[in-house]
């Protein structure tokens, strides 16, 4: 059974600040990794999705990487602003069953 | 539809009452995801479709829960006699195919008291 943690459980950092999320899976047989941003009453925004052939993915001031042999990923944010203030969460696509399982999620918070 | 749509937004039921949620897909996606999220959790899968088709139901609470998407469009949620342990936010994805970038809906609030 698919298992992924994500540490810390909430982070409260200075804006300007670059920081790392982290998720790790305990199967590595996975089609992808999708990263979330989830704000309070809102759905869940796609941010970035590797795929398994994948080592890492960008978006502006967002990069994603993938290392599947070791069960992890790391959510890196440049320059952060009070604006990424927010639940993030990372979900795994398993190859075994096309199941996307989520991790709890990391609230961050940045602080103006 | 541009994106992901689910109905009711919020829904306050009595115990021991049925509710049925829905999902509209984006259009022409294939696969169609449920799940439920707790306050401070991550999203816990309940069920999945591919076109009509129910391929997993494996994290259905019990068999009060159950799900259908009989054209491969639409889909409804269904819990019958409601509990207050219910109470969740209610959440449908949907992506092109399978193993694709899954989009969310802004999720249906359920509150049994």
């Known amino acids: 059974k698919q298992e992924v943690t994500q540490i810390p459980a909430a982070l409260s950092v200075p804006e300007g600040e670059n920081l790392v999320l982290n998720c790790s899976f305990t199967d590595s047989a996975i089609y992808n990794l999708q990263w979330f941003r989830q704000d309070p009453g809102k759905g869940l925004t796609s941010l970035l999705l590797?795929?398994?052939?994948?080592r890492e993915q960008t978006s502006g001031r967002l990069n994603a990487s993938l290392d599947k042999s070791s069960g992890r990923s790391t959510l890196y944010i440049a320059a952060s602003q009070p604006g990424d203030s927010a639940t993030y969460l990372c979900?795994?696509?398993?190859?075994?069953?096309?199941?996307?399982?989520f991790g709890k999620g990391t609230r961050l918070h940045i602080l103006p | 539809g541009a994106g992901v749509s689910q109905s009711p937004r919020y829904k306050v039921t009595k115990r021991g009452q049925d509710v049925a949620l829905r999902c509209d897909p984006i259009s022409g996606h294939v696969s169609l995801y449920w799940y439920r999220q707790a306050l401070g959790q991550g999203p816990e899968f309940l069920t999945y479709?591919?076109?009509?088709?129910?391929?997993?139901k494996s994290g259905l609470p019990n068999d009060r829960f159950s799900a259908e998407r009989p054209e491969g469009s639409i889909s409804t949620l269904t819990i019958q006699r409601t509990e207050q342990r219910d109470s969740a936010m209610y959440r449908c994805a949907s992506s092109v195919t399978g193993r694709t970038e899954a989009f969310f809906g802004q999720g249906t609030r359920l509150t049994v008291v």
């Open positions: 479709f591919n076109y009509e088709a129910q391929q997993d």
């Open positions: 590797i795929q398994s052939s994948q």
């Open positions: 979900a795994c696509g398993v190859n075994r069953d096309d199941k996307i399982i």
